[in-house]
C-alpha cells in the first residue's frame, strides 16, 4: 500500500542522495588536494570507496524515483550504507586524527529527525562504537598527527575530541529525537482537524446538492418511465429494440427505488427507527442492483456462509459507499471483476480484485485526504465519500497495486458497529 509517510520518505531518500553527493565531492576534493601535495596516503583503497560510494549514491537516486514506496527500515539502512562509508574513508586516512570524523553527527541527526527513536539509538551506538574503534585502529596519516603530548593515539587532544562527539552524539539522539516526535505528532493531530473539517464541509455540500436533485429527478424518471412502457407496448416482444427498452425501464425502475429508499430512510432517521437484516441478504441485494446497473461486466462473486449468522443495521449509505467502490473497479476494468465477502469474528471485509491499470501514485498519495482529484480512471469523489461513510462506521478502505497488474480494493467495517 502507497500512503503519505511512505511517500515522504521517497523524497528524503532523494535529498540524502543529495547530501551524499555533496560529502562524497567535497572528500574527492580533499583527496586531490593532498595528491597535489603530494601527502602520502593510501590513495588506491580511498579512490575505491570513493567510486563504489558514488555508484551506491547513483543507484539510491534510482531508487528513489521509482513508484514503489521506500519504508523507514530502507531509509535507515541508506544510512547506515553512509556510515559504513564514512568508517572506511576514516580508517585509510588518519581514524579518529582526520577532521571529517565529525561528519558521523550528520547522518545521526537525520536519523533524529526523520526515524523512529528505536533506529535512532541503535544508529548512535554504532557511531560511538565506529568513533572508538577509530580512536584505536586507523593508518595514521602525517599531516593529522600530533606527538606533543605522546602518543597520538592517547593525545590528550584526541581523547577530548571523541569525549565532545560522544556527548553530542547523545544529545541530539535523546533531544532531537523527543522534540521530533513531539512536533511530527502536533502536526499530524492538526491535519488531521483540518481535513475532519474540511471533508465535512465538502460532503455537506454534496448532501445538499444530491437532496435537491434527487427531488428534482422524480418527475423527470416517472416521464421516462411512461414513455418507456408505451415504446415497449408498440415494438415486437423478441426484437433486439424491446430488449434494450426493456433494460432501460429495469435501470429506471433501479433510480427510482433508489429515491423511494432515500425518502424512507429519512423518514426513519427522524423518528429513530432503523431497518436491520442479515448480512447475507443485505449483500446479495447489493450485488443485485449493480448488476442492474452494470450488465455489460462479469461480476464474479464468493459470499461467506458466516454471513447468514450476522445481523446489521440496512444504512444505505453504507450501501451506496460499497457501491463506490464496485463501480471504481468497473471502470477501471470493464469486462470483468471479482468480489469476495466474509465475516471473522471482528469484522466484515469486502475484497475487490480487478484488471485495470492499478493505482497512480498521484492518486495515492491522495488517499484519506479531505479532497481527491480525480485522475482519467475516476476515484473522485465517490472515493471521498466512502472513505468518510466507512470511517463513520469505524472501518476503512485500503487501495493496493497488485503485482500481475491490476487494484485491490479492501474495505473493512468493524461487526460491532454494524
Not at 31 to 45: H, K, N, S, V
Not at 249 to 262: G, I, Y
Not at 302 to 328: F, G, Y
Not at 398 to 416: E, I
Request: aromatic share 6%; proline share 5%.
Amino acid at each position: 500500500m502507497l500512503n503519505l509517510q511512505q511517500t515522504a520518505m521517497s523524497d528524503n531518500l532523494a535529498r540524502l542522495c543529495a547530501i551524499r553527493a555533496i560529502v562524497l565531492a567535497s572528500m574527492a576534493l580533499a583527496l586531490g588536494a593532498a595528491w597535489t601535495y603530494a601527502i602520502e596516503l593510501p590513495y588506491r583503497p580511498l579512490s575505491a570507496i570513493l567510486l563504489l560510494w558514488c555508484a551506491i549514491d547513483a543507484l539510491t537516486w534510482h531508487r528513489s524515483r521509482q513508484a514503489w514506496p521506500v519504508t523507514e527500515l530502507e531509509f535507515f539502512l541508506h544510512v547506515l550504507v553512509d556510515v559504513a562509508g564514512l568508517g572506511l574513508l576514516l580508517y585509510f586516512s588518519g581514524g579518529a586524527t582526520n577532521p571529517f570524523i565529525s561528519y558521523f553527527l550528520v547522518p545521526l541527526s537525520l536519523s533524529a529527525a526523520l526515524l523512529p527513536w528505536r533506529y535512532t539509538w541503535t544508529l548512535a551506538a554504532l557511531c560511538i562504537g565506529l568513533y572508538s574503534l577509530l580512536l584505536l585502529h586507523y593508518q595514521p596519516v602525517g599531516i593529522f598527527s600530533l606527538h606533543a603530548h605522546g602518543s597520538p593515539r592517547f593525545n590528550p587532544h584526541f581523547i577530548g575530541m571523541w569525549a565532545n562527539f560522544t556527548l553530542s552524539a547523545l544529545l541530539i539522539t535523546f533531544f532531537l529525537v523527543r522534540m521530533a516526535q513531539a512536533l511530527r505528532e502536533r502536526e499530524q493531530s492538526l491535519n488531521r482537524l483540518r481535513e475532519d473539517d474540511l471533508r465535512d464541509e465538502q460532503i455537506m455540500a454534496v448532501a445538499t446538492l444530491a437532496a435537491g436533485t434527487a427531488h428534482e429527478l422524480a418527475t423527470p424518471l416517472s416521464t421516462m418511465k411512461i414513455l418507456l412502457e408505451e415504446l415497449g407496448a408498440q415494438l415486437p416482444q423478441d426484437s433486439e429494440l424491446a430488449a434494450d427498452v426493456g433494460l432501460l425501464e429495469a435501470q429506471v425502475d433501479s433510480c427510482r427505488a433508489t429515491l423511494k429508499k432515500l425518502v424512507a430512510t429519512a423518514d426513519r432517521n427522524q423518528s429513530g427507527q432503523a431497518g436491520h437484516c442479515r448480512a447475507s441478504s443485505y449483500c446479495r441485494e447489493l450485488i443485485d442492483n449493480w448488476r442492474l446497473l452494470h450488465p455489460a461486466t462479469q461480476l464474479d462473486v464468493q459470499l461467506d456462509p458466516a454471513l447468514e449468522q450476522r445481523v446489521l443495521e440496512a444504512d444505505p449509505t453504507l450501501q451506496q459507499a460499497l457501491i463506490n467502490l464496485l463501480n471504481n473497479a468497473s471502470e477501471a476494468s470493464p469486462e470483468r471483476i471479482a468480489v469476495t465477502i466474509a465475516a471473522s469474528d471482528g469484522a466484515i471485509e469486502l475484497e475487490i480484485l480487478d484488471d485495470g491499470p492499478g493505482v497512480p501514485r498521484d492518486i495515492a498519495e491522495q488517499l484519506g485526504k479531505p479532497i481527491i482529484i480525480a485522475s482519467a480512471g475516476g476515484l473522485g469523489i465517490g472515493l471521498l465519500l466512502t472513505h468518510a461513510t466507512l470511517t463513520r462506521f469505524g472501518g476503512s478502505v485500503t487501495l493496493y497495486n497488485r503485482p500481475q497488474g491490476g487494484t485491490r480494493t479492501v474495505a473493512t467495517l468493524p461487526a460491532a458497529a454494524i
